[in-house]
């Protein structure tokens, strides 16, 4: 199986070929063509099988595309979100150039950004302060639910969802299924298709993983609310959405002791 056959465009498969990558790990092989034909999506499955670019990659087919227009993805900490934005801006490059204006860390975040990524927190805060509009979603991803239980952040997130529209796509990721998320993921999706990855798996590593230890080292810096600069400028180095350069919106929350939330 390879990547053109799971149905991803040229420009991405371009992308993929020179970045390294041979073939689709498991999870990808189930999940893009999926996401490709619009489908409510309950992916359980392993950590470091390649889930981000199960999602990362269709996606940026249907974005640039035109077939959606607002993408939100929500991760359990800043780490995940600094690696899916990173992911996302090098496997746009081959898609069409324009040169959007990036806008700069004192300007409003509006709803011209096509992907917005982050921590329910910080989306509930940014959303309540009409910084950005989240009632325009077309596609939601939650990555990954349990995760964000792990990190306390499941009544955040149902704030969020509330703010959502009833009417779009979703795809939810967990490493394992929990009695303590059930409620929220039926809040979420409509008659999904479910994809299970055995854990046997866990180490089917792509090459995206293998040359993501770069932007582990992120993982130690600590962000209150901030745009992701360098990710933006991976970007607007490849490539934009839609005319412009999405922003990409990243928290690690620091509480008085100086340990992460």
Request: net charge negative; hydrophobic share 40%.
């Amino acid at each position: 199986m390879n990547f053109k056959e799971l149905g991803l465009s040229e420009q991405t498969i371009k992308a993929i070929d020179e970045y390294g990558i041979n073939e689709p790990t498991t999870v990808q092989i189930d999940v893009i063509p999926a996401i490709l034909q619009g489908r409510d999506i309950f992916t359980i499955a392993p950590t470091r099988c390649g889930k981000t670019m199960s999602y990362v990659l269709p996606l940026l087919d249907i974005i640039n595309a035109k077939k959606a227009k607002n993408i939100l993805i929500i991760t359990a900490n800043s780490q995940m979100a600094v690696n899916t934005s990173d992911c996302l801006a090098i496997f746009n490059k081959y898609h069409e150039i324009n040169g959007a204006a990036i806008k700069n860390s004192e300007e409003d975040i509006t709803n011209e950004a096509n992907v917005i990524i982050g921590a329910p927190d910080l989306l509930l805060d940014v959303a309540q302060n009409a910084r950005v509009d989240l009632s325009k979603v077309d596609i939601l991803v939650v990555d990954d639910i349990n995760l964000i239980k792990k990190n306390k952040q499941l009544n955040n997130l149902e704030k969020v969802l509330d703010i959502l529209p009833s009417e779009k796509q979703n795809i939810v990721y967990t490493n394992r299924r929990s009695k303590e998320t059930q409620d929220i993921l039926e809040k979420i999706l409509k008659t999904p298709e479910e994809i299970k990855v055995d854990k046997a798996k866990e180490q089917e590593v792509d090459a995206s993983s293998t040359k993501s230890t770069e932007y582990e080292k992120k993982s130690k810096q600590h962000y209150t609310v901030v745009l992701d600069k360098e990710a933006v400028d991976i970007a607007k180095k490849y490539n934009s959405f839609e005319g412009r350069t999405p922003t990409f919106i990243l928290i690690k929350g620091v509480i008085a002791d100086g340990e992460e939330k």
